[in-house]
């Protein structure tokens, strides 16, 4: 059977909208009839706009013994502090219609705002004495924070001849290449089969190693395109 796709943008609007009302009400329905308990976790950004995002996920096990999850909300916050996401962590719960006796634990970064949220949540969860202790830090952040240590510890070594260290000078290269259309164009031009470099990321400790990885197969192309003297003094700067 062929699909009939509305051309008026007001129609599939309010179309979306009536299906997210739709499901959200099934939710709402799954939790007040399931008997588990639900656990949340929490991830605060600031998207490429400006614009202070969180998420909220709940997690918890379907009579079946399922572990099953659903991503409530993406909102906007004025900021990201933990009054603020307190606040809008308790609104979410309330549309959901989940009250404290329901809430298992809570998994967040080791960011300090979310030590403040935690303290901010305890005058909405009065029956819970020590909310502290329901709180999860992120596994996967403490990770990250471990090789950053290790990796902070690797960038300082640096060639003789070179003021700063061997993982850094190849950041400021595939910054200078990738930050620019018109450079990134040239660069792929020097090779058969064009690859990009891969730039790092604080929050990403992996991303250290994919950047050097992907360095080593462009090695012979960074090093000729370094070389050339209208692009070796940006590394001075």
């Known amino acids: 059977n062929s699909v009939k796709i509305p051309k008026c943008g007001k129609t599939i609007k ?3 909208d009536e299906r997210f009302i739709e499901e959200k009400e099934k939710l709402k329905n799954t939790f007040s009839n399931i ?6 976790t929490l991830d605060g950004w600031t998207s ?13 096990i379907s009579d079946s013994w399922e572990m099953k999850n659903c991503l409530l909300a993406i909102r906007e916050l004025q900021s990201h502090t933990g009054e603020n ?5 308790v609104s979410v719960l309330q549309e959901f219609n989940i009250n404290e ?17 935690v303290d901010s949540c305890k005058e909405f969860f009065p029956s819970i004495i020590n909310l502290k202790t329901r709180r999860v830090r992120c596994f996967a952040h403490t990770i990250n924070l471990c090789c950053q240590e290790f990796v902070k510890e690797a960038k300082k070594v640096k060639d003789s ?19 620019s259309p018109k450079i990134s164009s040239k660069f792929a031009k020097l090779q ?8 790092d990321c604080k929050t990403r400790w992996n991303s250290t190693y994919d950047m050097i990885i992907r360095a080593t197969e462009l090695k012979q192309y960074l090093t000729k395109f370094y070389n050339k003297k209208k692009y070796s003094s940006f590394d001075k700067k």
């Not at 996401?85 to 962590?89: D, E, M, N, R, V």
Request: no cysteine; proline share 4%.
């Open 161 to 179: 001849n070179d003021n700063i260290g061997r993982i850094e000078k190849l950041r400021k290269i595939v910054l200078f290449i990738n930050d």
């Open 85 to 89: 996401i307190a606040k809008l962590f």
């Open 48 to 60: 490429p706009n400006n614009l202070s995002l969180i998420a909220i996920t709940a997690h918890w």
């Open 14 to 16: 309010s179309r979306i």
């Open 192 to 199: 058969i089969n064009p690859l990009k470099p891969i730039l």
């Open 35 to 40: 008997n588990s308990k639900i656990s949340f």
């Open 101 to 117: 006796s329901r809430l298992m634990a809570i998994t967040m970064d080791n960011a300090s705002n979310n030590d403040t949220f």
